[in-house]
């Protein structure tokens, strides 16, 4: 009985927290650096509270993958290079959050993927990572991407994707692989990004954050 309404209750801080429009990033453990690209976020809430207009708080707060406060956060942004990894209470705190309504936006810094696939079936371990097409809603929000996911930053010649999870028909997940988002929302002098492909990354995270909150 006090599990059940531990979830009532958890429930309950996400379902008011909902209508609000703040993000988060996720702090996780593996020694990865999960406090990569420090300028990103901030420039994207700014490109977002301009054009598509959110009311986003500038500064993200930092929340644990194993916290409960992470509930206050409707949306919740993970990056990194290396590795990570999530202890059974940060997959339960997670995949909680997850089906209760959350979303979790994993943008892969390059050298992420293969940690957060294995931690990943530990959240999903009957679902798998799903390559979303070029009509996805996502790809067409207030800009419009028809070949899907843009490639931002150049590692290894591989080609973008976009790669989800879903749930009872809602996309819970979305993982960014081979594109570096962050790169691209990072201020112009850390990677000498040319503006156009600023600009498409900035576009990009702008779709991603309006399809969360309109969904």
């Known amino acids: 009985m006090d599990k059940i309404v531990f979830l009532l209750q958890l429930f309950l801080i996400f379902s008011l927290?909902?209508?609000?429009?703040?993000?988060?990033?996720?702090?996780y453990k593996g020694g990865g650096d999960w406090y990569a690209n420090p300028t990103a976020l901030p420039n994207l809430i700014n490109f977002c509270n301009t054009n598509i207009k959110t009311t986003i708080t500038e500064k993200p707060e930092i929340v644990d993958a194993g916290s409960t406060t992470i509930f206050q956060y409707p949306f919740i942004h993970m990056t990194g290079h290396?590795?990570?990894?999530?202890?059974?209470?940060?997959?339960?705190?997670?995949?909680?959050?997850?089906?209760?309504?959350?979303?979790?936006?994993?943008?892969?810094?390059?050298?992420?993927?293969?940690?957060?696939?294995k931690e990943l079936k530990k959240l999903f371990p009957n679902k798998e990572l799903e390559e979303l097409g070029a009509n996805h809603p996502i790809f067409n929000q207030k800009y419009k991407f028809t070949?899907?996911?843009?490639?931002?930053?150049?590692?290894?010649?591989?080609?973008?994707?976009?790669?989800?999870?879903?749930?009872?028909?809602?996309?819970?997940?979305?993982?960014?692989?081979?594109s570096d988002?962050?790169?691209?929302?990072?201020?112009?002098?850390?990677?000498?990004?040319?503006?156009?492909?600023r600009n498409k990354a900035l576009q990009m995270g702008a779709n991603i954050i309006q399809y969360v909150f309109n969904n």
């Open 147 to 178: 070949n899907g996911l843009p490639k931002i930053h150049e590692h290894d010649g591989k080609r973008p994707q976009a790669l989800g999870i879903t749930h009872n028909n809602r996309l819970l997940l979305l993982f960014t692989f081979e």
């Open 82 to 117: 290396g590795n990570v990894h999530f202890s059974n209470e940060d997959v339960n705190n997670l995949k909680m959050y997850l089906l209760a309504g959350g979303f979790l936006h994993i943008d892969d810094n390059y050298g992420m993927e293969p940690y957060i696939r």
């Open 17 to 27: 927290s909902a209508y609000t429009q703040e993000i988060a990033v996720l702090k």
């Open 181 to 197: 988002l962050g790169d691209g929302w990072e201020d112009s002098e850390v990677h000498n990004n040319p503006p156009e492909i």
